[in-house]
């Protein structure tokens, strides 16, 4: 949900740019199947390599996630305003986030 202050501008703006500039955030995280499960999990041996680089990639994306999500609202918002100042709106974002 984005919610703009001062006018929709922002809100509009976020719309259009979160979901980009979390996926250019989170474009680092490595799928490899290397150390994939930790040491404790090894002892499944049932785990398929897939199973294993699943499990890596979500374990991944879940310590990226919160760095990844405060980026993302900073870069939005400083382009937002970079690309506003000259029409000198005042708008500005409150993002309300969650995850299931």
């Not at 690309?83 to 986030?97: A, E, G």
């Amino acid at each position: 949900m984005f919610d703009g202050h001062g006018g929709k501008q922002a809100a509009n703006f976020a719309a259009k740019h979160v979901l980009p500039t979390l996926q250019e955030e989170l474009a680092d995280v490595t799928l490899t199947s290397e150390k994939a499960v930790p040491e404790e999990l090894e002892a499944y041996s049932q785990l398929s390599d897939e199973d294993k680089l699943a499990w890596h990639t979500q374990d991944a994306l879940v310590q990226q996630l919160p760095a990844a999500l405060v980026n993302t609202f900073r870069k939005v918002q400083e382009q937002f305003h970079e690309n506003t100042q000259v029409l000198l709106i005042t708008s500005s974002n409150t993002y309300c986030l969650a995850l299931l």
